[in-house]
């Protein structure tokens, strides 16, 4: 694959729950090391669209490559072929992926947390599993929580070491969506400079969000959906600063 692809690329992509057309030809992409925020309304189909990305939804139409590999398919002969479960499950191991809401595993601690899907998904040595979890865990400032079980931690305690997890299995891009709206606002910040620091680091990241500011200064690309398609894309400070279309004027003004 040539350097200059996207690390991540959709073009055209739809979905439909029944008679709702909620994606409707999406295109969009993300280059290595660059973070896109996708920002719009409730119902836009933000979530739907990551959902799709890694194939936790079928796709109706239109297609999603990770890394140059077609996310749900093998490619043969310039012939796309449908991949079972088992194998979509492989490549949705490079693809990290961080919910509103945190889905640790509460009875287990905190490291058997990080240490889990490199034990028993990537067959990592256990002790080195360990190791490099304390690393992350040391990563996202909660090395001195390690023995704790998720209930005894904040809700940004737990968004961290659910961004730890994610990021031990070594992700080629992560996929956030809405990871600070369950939280209070006071821990809101903690897991945003979480998401700068991996940001700096060259991370690739799709982050759906709300938090204009985290947009603003993280992203390199902002795109804005609505009604289940792309409005406008471009730089945060052109789209959130002098949007171009009124349907993105109209989300601004209520958000900012
Ligand atoms: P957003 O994340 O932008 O708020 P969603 O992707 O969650 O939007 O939802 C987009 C639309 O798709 C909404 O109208 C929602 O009700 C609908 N939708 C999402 N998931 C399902 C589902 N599993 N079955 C039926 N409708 C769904
Ligand atoms: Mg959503």
Redesign the pocket.
Known sequence: MPSEDPLLRAVGVRKR?GS?E?LRGIDLSVRKGQVVCLL?P???????FLRCVNHLEPIDGGQVWVDGEPIGFRERHGKLYELREREVAKQRRDIGMVFQRFNLFAHRSVLQNVVEGPVRVRGIEPDQARETAMALLDRVGLADRAGDYPAQLSGGQQQRVAIARALAMRPKLMLFDEPTSALDPELVGEVLEVMRGLAEDGMTMLVVTHEMAFAKEAADEVVFMADGAVVETGPPARVLGDPREQRTRQFLARVL
Not at 42 to 48: Q, R, V
Request: proline fraction near 0%; charged fraction near 10%; avoid cysteine.
């Open positions: 729950f709702a909620v719009g409730s119902g836009a189909g933000k979530s739907t």
